[in-house]
């Protein structure tokens, strides 16, 4: 016979692989579908506070791997136990509605307690859908193709937060990127967990003393990894660099020769500061586009003439230019599965349409100020005027708040006296 594959997209969804066979002896003939979406460098994790019947109407992609969560029933709904669909928050509620009162009359027959536990609890599940009273629902996707609709956008929403974070080991070997339980090569692709400093061979190809006063700086090391697109064996190469009037950072940055796919990433080379950092710019000339920019992973962007506001974790760590970073979130809003497309209202597309016309003018003719705000101190804006003070550029340093300590892992850290007390008497 003979089978015919076809790549689409799903608008607001993803890609998907079509396949058909068809045999003319038998004529028989059978269809299957197939997800082609690429997993995220990152997985994502949405918290929406619900308090209207607006929130129960928002969009949302939730894909076969994300789980979602109602932390006020104690409810959840595992990952890999639905097939990905595009609904809102009513329609999760209803499906999940659904599934418990599929096998009611069977348990109604056979146990009646646990039928009449889970007669309530589908009544509860039915009164969220008026909110008479607040609740939460949080979206967990490893493979972060999942998205919650933001109805203010390109506005931050206060009601929605958003947090992008590194899978675990175990979530890697859910999605297939990792073989849970395999004993590592000897010579194998490593991940960047494991050790990233290669032994250091000398010209005789004997490891060289570590006390030998060499320079790393100087020098890109390289370690084997997994491609996170394809999963092949791949390499990653990393360099000290010494940003000038900054600190150190790490670039890393990976090639792969199989599938072609490439991705860089900045981590600080330093610790946490004792301060946090907002570094305001005011856009006046389009030289201003060529500022080398530092973004961490802890950093958030704002362009208040805009009204746009990019929250932490988003984007990842970046070395870039002004101009390179502002293409960058041009590319995010136009990547989100509910702002432009062939089914969005024409008052969200035509609202969009002008945010990314006026980001474009920040580019060249209009003036605006561009926001960094990093907890952590490790982000940088260059100062074309250094070592002297730039006009156009303010650097403010400030004590974080409870919360801002909270989210980087600080309140919970101790560095002193963390050893086992010694027992009385000794």
């Known amino acids: 016979g003979v089978t015919r594959l076809l790549l689409t997209r799903i608008p607001f969804f993803k890609e998907i692989i079509v396949s058909s066979f068809s045999c003319p002896s038998c004529s028989w003939s059978n269809t299957e579908i197939q997800a082609a979406g690429r997993i995220q460098e990152q997985g994502v994790r949405y918290t929406l506070a619900v308090t209207s019947r607006q929130d129960m109407n928002r969009e949302v992609v939730k894909t076969e791997c994300a789980s979602a969560r109602i932390p006020e029933l104690d409810f959840e709904i595992p990952a890999f136990s639905q097939k990905g669909v595009l609904t809102t928050i009513e329609g999760i509620i209803d499906r999940a509605v659904a599934g418990l009162e599929q096998d009611q009359p ?10 009449r536990k889970i007669d309530e609890f589908i009544g509860k599940l ?12 949080v979206l967990d996707d490893p493979s972060g193709n999942s998205f919650v609709e933001n109805p203010r ?24 990127l990792e073989v849970s339980g395999a004993a590592p090569a000897p010579r194998g692709p490593r991940s960047r967990e494991q050790e990233l400093t290669p032994p250091l061979q000398g010209e005789e190809g004997e490891a060289r003393p570590p006390d030998a006063a060499e320079d790393l ?37 990976t090639n792969c020769d199989s599938c072609g796919h490439r991705t860089n990433e900045v981590k600080s ?30 950093c958030s962007v704002e362009i208040p003439e805009l009204e746009f506001e990019l929250g ?28 432009l497309g062939d089914s969005s209202t024409p008052s969200r597309t035509g609202k969009l ?15 605006a100020h561009f926001i960094m705000d990093d907890p952590a101190g490790n982000s940088y804006l260059q100062n074309v005027y250094a070592p002297e003070e730039d006009p156009e550029l303010h650097v403010q340093r400030y004590e974080r708040s409870f919360e801002q300590n909270e989210e980087l892992g600080l309140n919970d850290m101790k560095t002193e006296g963390y050893g086992p007390e010694p027992a009385p008497g000794r």
């Open 353 to 367: 349409q002008e945010f990314i016309g006026r980001l474009q003018d920040v580019k060249g003719k209009a003036q």
């Open 126 to 137: 039915r009164q969220l859908k008026e909110v008479n009273s607040p609740f939460t629902f």
């Open 106 to 115: 069977a348990r109604r027959a056979t146990d009646k307690e646990v039928a």
């Open 153 to 176: 956008a390109p506005q931050r929403d206060e009601a929605l937060v958003v947090a992008h974070y590194r899978r675990s080991p175990q979530q890697c070997a859910l999605l297939g």
């Open 269 to 298: 080379g330093g610790a946490i500061e004792p301060q946090g950092t907002r570094i305001t710019l005011r856009i006046t000339d389009p030289s201003d586009m060529t500022r080398d920019i530092l973004k961490s992973e802890t």
């Open 217 to 253: 700086r100087d020098e890109v090391l390289q370690f084997n990894t997994n491609c996170p697109e394809c999963n092949a064996p791949a390499s990653t190469n990393m360099k000290l660099v010494q940003i000038p009037h900054f600190k150190e950072v790490i670039i890393m940055a």
């Open 312 to 339: 932490m974790g988003a984007l990842g760590g970046k070395f870039t230019t002004l101009e390179g970073l502002l293409k960058d979130i041009r590319e995010l809003v136009e990547k989100n599965p509910f702002t």
